[in-house]
């Protein structure tokens, strides 16, 4: 059969097409969210965020009250990561409102897409390996500095416990790595390999 | 036009549904960013195949060849010749055989789209297009000679 053959069947189909919306349910439609992959990431963005906020908040708040305020570097240092925090998500937020051009040229539209995509879990990564380390170093050093136990200059003198905890952070920091890469893969390594292939379907020729 | 791209991508009526319902979301929305400076048509194909192609939802559905009964409803519900309704049919199963961007490119070809229209549309060179829609007519006369012969 010749797809030709099909055009005059294929036009009936349109002048035979029964499906009407009507005005109220174009309205419910579009009352409803969106559920593109890109919409879903800024909800999920959103949320993440916010769960951000109220943990550090209280974090905060428990480390400026408990023993006397004590701890209240650790305080500032959490409010500093906060900060950091919401200087990722609004990168983050920029990235997926340049992701989708839906009303672009189909390649160039996939193509952007995987541009912005690339850049977005590069920032994702770098952020996710390197404060994560620095978060838990400083974090730890300033319990140890201010704990009423430790002698701060006869810790660093090879301590057992200073050796604990610098091999932690250094599984930390490797961990972090490998869990970042792990996590990436797996939440965005189905969605580039799909943009690619698409890609590589059009650009492909005999 | 929105009917026939959400037939063309997807295979169930939740998934027709659900896509029909992004792509009126996404005209709804970029309709106040819309200058005139293509053809409406041209516009509305656009966001239609953007957001059919690289709503990856619904693709992963799309892999399977569908069975005759679950084609589109209206394909049963209209009275059609026989004859005219099987030729149909074979051609949505070997349709849903092809990959996204051969699906946009047969779509728009059955919609008498001209080559140019296609490269504003789709953004592939007008001879890309010319050697893929080639191969597509070639692969599609395979596929429904499979279908007739009751292979596939």
Known sequence: MELDNLKDIWHDLSQKDTHQNSDEEIVKILQKRSQSPIAKMKRNLLLELITVLILYSLSIGYFLATAMGRYWEIALLLLVVGLGFIIYYHHKNRLLGEMQCVTCEVKSNLEKQLIMLEKYIRFYFVFGVVFTPIAFFAAGFIVLFKSPMQDAAGWFTGSKEYIVFIVIGLLVTIGSYFLNKWYIKKLYGQHIKKLKELLFQMEERE | ?152
């Open chain 2, 1 to 152: 036009m929105l009917y026939k791209v959400c037939n063309m991508y997807c295979h169930t009526e939740f998934d027709r549904q659900d896509l029909f319902q992004e792509i009126v979301i996404q005209l709804w929305k970029s309709y106040p960013k819309f200058r005139g400076d293509s053809k409406f048509s041209t516009w509305l194909y656009r966001i239609a195949l953007n957001t059919a192609i690289s709503d990856l939802r619904n693709q992963k559905k799309n892999i399977t060849l569908t069975a005759p009964d679950k084609l589109p409803t209206e394909i049963e519900d209209i009275q059609y010749y026989r004859e005219k309704e099987e030729q149909l049919q074979q051609l949505h199963m070997a349709i849903g055989q092809l990959t996204e961007i051969e699906k946009a490119i047969t779509m728009l070809y059955l919609e008498d789209k001209s080559y140019d229209e296609m490269e504003d549309i789709l953004g592939i060179n007008q001879n890309n297009l010319r050697v893929k829609m080639n191969r597509i007519k070639e692969k599609l006369r395979k596929l429904t000679k499979a279908v007739e012969h009751g292979i596939g």
